[in-house]
């Protein structure tokens, strides 16, 4: 059980272009989802916490407008990077929490961008 | 704020050998304390955390850490290790009711035959 998803695992752009990932809880339902970001041989960084039905609480410095989130439903969040340019390549990994349960967040396998 | 130290981006161990992964952290308010550990192309995994219970804290696959207030630390072992816990281990911090996670560098684990 607990199980996340993101899709897709892979993304190459082109400079400029905007990039949709998706992030799903396939057997429980996530009132909190969380979007991390991973640079090489680096923590991992929140960028925003996403509760369904609601805007997202972003980070400090985390650019609310290039990284749009939705989070539709129970078991759907997306994180769209807005004209993506190279500096945003990294590693983006979700997680979503289950109601009641504050301290336990089940990770998703993350999806690597690399914008050329 | 929470942040946490982990000690030793690479740590190499033989197999059948003890496994110490080291993690400091630094608090201002009782922390709770965590440890995750990711294979390669797969999503976190949580090991074992501590939630100001027993300072001893046992997890999965042999893996335990013990909270130490006064040397603020909560370092991961395992008395043998072996070649499938060859992965990266992240240590990370919150406080109570925060449901934000801090984490710190990894530290990947390499298990030699």
């Known amino acids: 059980g607990a199980v996340v998803s993101q899709h897709p695992s892979w993304v190459i752009c082109k400079s400029g272009t905007s990039v949709k990932i998706e992030c799903r809880s396939l057997?429980?339902?996530?009132?909190?989802m969380f979007w991390y970001r991973q640079f090489p041989k680096q923590s991992l960084m929140l960028m925003a916490t996403s509760n369904e039905g609601s805007k997202a609480t972003y980070e400090q410095g985390v650019e609310k407008d290039k990284f749009l989130i939705n989070h539709a439903s129970l078991t759907l969040s997306t994180l769209t990077v807005t004209s993506a340019h190279p500096e945003d390549s990294s590693f983006y990994i979700c997680?979503?929490?289950?109601?009641?349960?504050?301290?336990?967040?089940?990770f998703g396998p993350g999806t690597r961008l690399l914008v050329l | 704020a929470q942040s946490v130290t982990q000690l030793g981006s690479h740590v190499s161990v033989s197999e059948g050998a003890l496994v110490l992964l080291r993690c400091n952290y630094s608090s201002s308010v009782p922390p709770y304390l965590f440890w995750y550990v990711q294979y390669p192309n797969q999503g976190l995994q949580l090991l074992l955390k501590y939630t100001s219970a027993a300072t001893l804290v046992k997890g999965i696959n042999g893996f335990e850490a013990e909270f130490k207030k006064s040397e603020t630390s909560f370092h991961l072992t395992k008395p043998s290790a072996h070649m499938s816990d060859a992965a990266e281990y992240f240590c990370a911090v919150s406080v109570f009711g925060n449901e934000k996670l801090t984490f710190g560098t990894g530290t990947r684990l390499t298990i030699i035959p």
């Open positions: 057997d429980f339902q996530a009132t909190t």
């Open positions: 997680s979503a929490r289950v109601a009641g349960r504050w301290e336990t967040q089940y």
